[in-house]
């Protein structure tokens, strides 16, 4: 932080090395509709993950659910195949825009790595019906971001960044930003 300020400073590059912010860059702002879909995307695996595993007692989509959850986290939608569906191709022929504070969007991926990464764990270690409610969890959660435009984990953010928990610099705009639904 500059002292002067009170603002961060970049880190320095190195020259001929690797940018490691760029590799690990979360866009802001983001796309709301974008991010809709994508919660939209993680319901209907989620719910298919859930029906095929309550009948056959396969988990086949929990890692598959975390693993998606990760590469979002850390590298936004670049590398994710439902990052890259929902902002390569099916937001523009949606054809809107709607862009809203990256911080908080990266946040609620952080909750949704952890907990899928919780379910698919328990699920590993044989609690199932453990690993199934926090599936369903997540399901109701992606529902209110893909369906109402309610974003769970953003809602989380603000209240953490309000009760001093996340500086005010991580994001300025979000603790002007009243919650809002789409």
Known sequence: MSRL????????VSQGGIDW??????PNPVNEYSARITAGLVVALSL??????LLTGFGWGLGVIAVGFWLRLLFGPRI????IL??????????????VAGPPKR???GLGAAMSTAATILFAVGLAP??????AVLIVAASLESFAGFCLGCAIFGFLQRRGFIPEDICEACNKIPLRRA
Do not use: M, N, Y
């Open 48 to 53: 298919v993950t859930l029906v095929t595993g």
């Open 107 to 109: 946040f609620a991926q």
């Open 21 to 26: 912010r760029k590799v690990f860059a979360f």
């Open 80 to 83: 994710s195949p439902f990052g």
């Open 86 to 99: 929902s902002v390569k191709v099916l937001t523009p022929v949606l054809g809107k825009t709607r862009l």
């Open 130 to 135: 453990a690993a199934w409610v926090l599936l």
């Open 5 to 12: 300020t009170g603002a961060r400073t970049p880190a320095p």
